[in-house]
T-cell receptor
């Protein structure tokens, strides 16, 4: 069975703080894909990143970075120097090859000025 | 051009009514989905269609009936609406034989409120 767990339901930080959103997944597949999506208050789902199971390189995109560790089945997301515009619900998701996209419960991030 | 478009964006209706939500994608994808996001923000897949054929039906009440007239369209019809059907419904599309494992492209969602 496949499962994604985001243990942090809500996180509140003050602007310019760094924040890490945790994601732990379960799968028996050797080939799978991990994703992060952002859902701002306006409601749409915005794709942030995709990572396949064979690529454990960390990735940095501006203030965003992702740490993929197969040994701990984790795919954590860090926002450096957070801004108010980062306030949103963030979803981690897992997809087996050709399979359906399964979401974690989401983490609501609130960045206060 | 919007890649995945859903209409309407908002839908308020009374219990017992029947309503439809439409979805269209212009990405040339062969697979489309409906997801339901509940009040706790949890996103759960409801249905998946591949080339007009139903391939996933996740124990959704049979009051919900998806219809796919062609691979670019997947509509959701809901009969006898109940209060618990209030949610945001997202349509999405992808390519089934997706060796690169890309994620889905989502529509902007339809907020359904049953009163």
């Amino acid at each position: 069975a496949q499962k994604v767990t985001q243990a942090q339901t809500e996180i509140s930080v003050v602007e310019k703080e760094d924040v890490t959103l945790d994601c732990v997944y379960e799968t028996r597949d050797t080939t799978y894909y991990l994703f992060w999506y952002k859902q701002p208050p306006s409601g749409e789902l915005v794709f942030l990143i995709r990572r396949n199971s064979f690529d454990e390189q960390n990735e940095i995109s501006g203030r965003y970075s992702w740490n993929f560790q197969k040994s701990t089945s984790s795919f954590n997301f860090t926002i450096t120097a957070s801004q108010v515009v980062d306030s949103a619900v963030y979803f981690c998701a897992l997809r087996r090859k050709g399979g359906k996209l399964i979401f974690g419960q989401g983490t609501e991030l609130s960045v206060k000025p | 051009d919007t890649a995945v478009s859903q209409t309407p964006k908002y839908l308020v209706t009374q219990m017992g009514n029947d309503k439809s939500i439409k979805c269209e994608q212009n990405l040339g994808h062969d697979t489309m989905y409906w997801y339901k996001q509940d009040s706790k923000k949890f996103l759960k897949i409801m249905f998946s269609y591949n080339n007009k054929e139903l391939i996933i039906n996740e124990t959704v009440p049979n009051r919900f009936s998806p219809k796919s007239p062609d691979k670019a369209h997947l509509n959701l019809h809901i009969n006898s609406l109940e209060l618990g059907d209030s949610a945001v419904y997202f349509c999405a599309s992808s390519q089934a034989q997706d060796l690169a494992g890309h994620g889905y492209t989502f529509g902007s969602g339809t907020r359904l409120t049953v009163v």
